[in-house]
């Protein structure tokens, strides 16, 4: 069984700095694509990152550029989002979610498998 | 950047046929995705790759997608349909994830 578990959200300053991981489980974590989604209390989803297989690729939501880092380590099937320079805008639920096994995004991106998300809260 | 339109809410009976749209500039020329999410649950994706449905998903969900218009079909719904839906394309040009603003499904 495929399973996701997100852990390290929490109430944080603006300014300050958060480290989520993602502790995969159930499939071959080194196959697939991997992404953060994140969706702001009473809000739609927002995609914020992804990275390939092997780390060799990332890609983030302008939001973000700069201030979020994804990587993932393949040895501890664990994902991870180190965000710095915090807002109160970056205040949502974020989920880990499991990208496609194929190793070009021209064939499409879509999210399979999800975890039950970690709030990230931004406040003073 | 890449814009996808949901109307933000669809009312349907017990027993009939929801059907939920989204629209984007040539949006047949990309693969739509559908995700269905309830309240203070994770998302679960109910329709990938325009109309392929995962395991586990009622034949009842069906997707198409054509020109400026890609859609969502659930047929003869019931009441733990009601939820909010989403669709996403990963946008090549930008290389960006996009999601629709979501459509909330109540089952009159």
């Known amino acids: 069984e495929v399973q996701l578990v997100e852990s390290g959200g929490g109430l944080v300053q603006p300014g300050g700095s958060l480290r989520l991981s993602c502790a995969a489980s159930?499939?071959?974590?080194?196959?697939?694509?991997m992404s953060w989604v994140r969706q702001a209390p009473g809000k739609g989803l927002e995609w914020v990152a992804n990275?390939?297989?092997?780390?060799?690729?990332?890609y983030y939501v302008d939001s973000v550029k700069g201030r979020f880092t994804i990587s993932r380590d393949n040895a501890k099937n664990s994902l991870y989002l180190q965000m710095n320079s915090l807002r109160a805008e970056d205040t949502a639920v974020y989920y880990c979610?499991?990208?496609?096994?194929?190793?070009?995004?021209?064939?499409?991106?879509?999210?399979?498998?999800w975890g039950q998300g970690t709030l990230v809260t931004v406040s003073s | 950047s890449y814009v996808l339109t949901q109307p933000p809410s669809v009312s349907v009976a017990p027993g009939k046929t929801a059907r939920i749209t989204c629209g984007g500039n040539n949006i047949g020329s990309k693969s739509v995705h559908w995700y269905q999410q309830k309240p203070g649950q994770a998302p679960v994706l109910v329709i990938y790759?325009?109309?392929d449905r995962p395991s586990g998903i009622p034949e009842r969900f069906s997707g198409s997608n054509s020109g400026n218009t890609a859609t969502l079909t659930i047929s003869r719904v019931e009441a733990g349909d009601e939820a909010d839906y989403y669709c996403?394309?990963?946008?090549?040009?930008?290389?960006?994830?996009?999601f629709g603003g979501g459509t909330k499904l109540t089952v009159l």
């Open positions: 159930g499939f071959t974590f080194s196959s697939y694509w």
């Open positions: 790759y325009d109309s």
């Open positions: 979610a499991r990208g496609p096994s194929h190793q070009w995004l021209q064939l499409g991106y879509y999210f399979d498998y």
């Open positions: 996403q394309v990963w946008d090549s040009s930008s290389d960006r994830g996009v």
């Open positions: 990275i390939k297989q092997d780390g060799s690729e990332k």
